[in-house]
């Protein structure tokens, strides 16, 4: 996928928790995050980023969807993880997932509107998708803080899959140079317990890797089946 017209820019720091300041243009501007991680490894003084106008005015000026690592970036836009991965599905990208079509966004299962509801065959699956931009090592890691949204969504999922149904988590590892994802015990050592349980009921636990070249401002899919250490 490739991004229109991005635009180069410097953070300068969190304003709060969908806004940080940016050195665009020679000026300094509010830009909005979809991600609503802590993101200490990006959201950092001095680190380049990415952004990219917004369609409507709005608050801020731009968007910032991608932060330099390395000679790529990895991206922390969550919409535009999941445009990415809409794409893929769709043009059967994704071995895993190549007899699935997505029905509806934000199902609702239980007390919980999970991303999607796909049909995969003869089958019905609840798919819900998670942000994994955090770097140790090779492995992508999720979360970088306690997340009880998260871990309300596991459960979710589970309950669905031990009376029945299907369900399948997906962790987005977007950002370059990560050969394996894993949970972040350290930061919600819940979350870990939750996905270990969730695994050994019958939900399916998938991985895909993407980062972003602003050499030619593409989007990359890397691996669309990153492995996934639970243990």
């Known amino acids: 996928?490739?991004?229109?017209?991005?635009?180069?820019?410097?953070?300068?720091?969190?304003?709060?928790?969908?806004?940080?300041?940016?050195?665009?243009?020679?000026?300094?501007?509010?830009?909005?995050?979809?991600?609503?991680?802590?993101?200490?490894?990006?959201?950092?003084?001095?680190?380049?980023?990415?952004?990219?106008?917004?369609?409507?005015?709005?608050?801020?000026?731009?968007?910032?969807?991608?932060?330099?690592?390395?000679?790529?970036?990895?991206?922390?836009d969550t919409q535009l993880q999941m445009k990415v991965f809409e794409k893929a599905l769709g043009t059967s990208l994704i071995p895993w997932a190549r007899r699935?079509?997505?029905?509806?966004?934000?199902?609702?299962?239980?007390?919980?509107?999970?991303?999607?509801l796909l049909e995969c065959g003869n089958q019905r699956v609840y798919l819900e998708v998670k942000s994994a931009v955090m770097k140790e090592g090779e492995n992508?890691?999720?979360?970088?803080?306690?997340?009880s949204r998260g871990r309300k969504h596991v459960a979710e999922l589970t309950e669905q899959v031990e009376?029945?149904?299907?369900?399948?988590?997906?962790?987005?590892?977007a950002l370059p140079g990560v050969k394996a994802?894993?949970?972040?015990?350290?930061?919600?050592?819940?979350?870990?317990?939750?996905l270990t349980r969730a695994s050994e009921a019958g939900v399916d636990v998938r991985a895909l890797g993407m980062y972003y070249d602003p050499n030619d401002s593409y989007v990359y899919l890397f691996n669309p089946d990153l492995p996934v250490n639970l243990f």
Not at 40 to 57: A, L, Q, S, T, Y
Not at 140 to 147: G, K, T, W
Not at 163 to 173: C, P, R, V
Not at 182 to 194: G, V
Request: aromatic share 8%.
């Open 1 to 76: 996928m490739r991004i229109e017209d991005p635009m180069n820019c410097v953070i300068l720091g969190r304003v709060n928790k969908f806004v940080v300041r940016v050195l665009l243009e020679g000026r300094t501007r509010r830009a909005y995050i979809s991600n609503t991680g802590r993101l200490p490894e990006h959201i950092v003084e001095g680190r380049k980023g990415f952004c990219i106008r917004p369609k409507r005015p709005g608050k801020t000026d731009c968007l910032l969807f991608s932060v330099r690592e390395d000679s790529f970036a990895a991206i922390i």
């Open 100 to 116: 699935c079509r997505i029905l509806s966004r934000n199902a609702k299962l239980g007390t919980s509107l999970i991303d999607y």
């Open 140 to 147: 992508a890691l999720y979360p970088d803080c306690p997340s």
């Open 163 to 173: 009376k029945g149904g299907h369900g399948t988590m997906l962790f987005i590892a």
């Open 181 to 194: 994802f894993r949970p972040n015990k350290s930061a919600d050592p819940e979350m870990c317990r939750l």
